[in-house]
């Protein structure tokens, strides 16, 4: 399975929104479809939008996402395309991180890697719900794995994300407060909580864990 978020490259006329992998009442109750109609439909199309802005008429016009995060990644004066650009790959990750299936314990690869890094599901499951509800403000937690494959949880701040740190994102959970305001209000540890046990998607883990660094 092609990773959707690294395949991801601008069309002639630009980079466009992509469609969700589900139809946007397919998590309910977990995460709603007025949820997905704000943060899908409008702050995700923002980003995507602004980041044609940005680019328009300049070298990155046609490159990549990754290229152009990897262009503007620790530039102060580029913040604001890295910004752009980041939140729109985080986004896409982050829709194919769920599933109307997912939730649970793991099964394939990934699960041999989690009871060999953290010990038990039940170990990874504590970690990751520290670094999520540990993140002050805006950011996103992840579950990444580092060149030698060996796993880790962190969590990053507003648009920043694994690859501008030399590591693989296998899962994210958005944390910003739009991602759950509609749904959970400021329970942000109840929202975790859902997407651990019934939305994340080990499918796409264990795709994005196969795939050579
Ligand atoms: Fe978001």
């Avoid at 997912?102 to 038990?120: C, E, L």
């Amino acid at each position: 399975m092609t990773n959707p978020a690294t395949a991801t490259r601008p069309t002639a006329s630009g980079f466009e929104l992509p469609d969700l992998p589900y139809p946007p009442d397919a998590l309910e109750p977990h995460m709603s479809a007025e949820t997905f109609s704000y943060h899908h439909d409008k702050h995700h199309q923002k980003y995507v939008d602004t980041l044609n802005g940005l680019i328009s008429g300049t070298n990155l016009e046609g490159k990549s996402l990754e290229e152009i995060i990897a262009a503007s990644k620790g530039d102060t004066d580029k913040a604001k395309l890295f910004n752009q650009a980041a939140q729109v790959w985080n986004h896409t990750f982050f829709w194919h991180s769920m599933s109307p299936t997912g939730g649970g314990k793991p099964d394939g690869p990934i699960a041999d890697a989690i009871y060999r890094d953290f010990g038990s599901y039940d170990e990874f499951a504590l970690a990751f719900k520290d670094v999520a509800a540990g993140q002050f403000g805006s950011g996103w937690a992840w579950l990444v794995a580092d060149e030698n494959d060996k796993l880790s949880v962190m969590n990053t701040h507003d648009a920043d994300l694994p690859m501008a740190h030399g590591k693989r994102a296998i899962l994210t959970l958005d944390v910003w407060e739009h991602a759950y305001y509609l749904d959970y209000q400021n329970k942000r540890p109840d929202y975790i909580a859902s997407y651990l046990d019934h939305l994340v998607n080990w499918k796409f883990a264990n795709a994005n864990f196969g795939q050579a660094s």
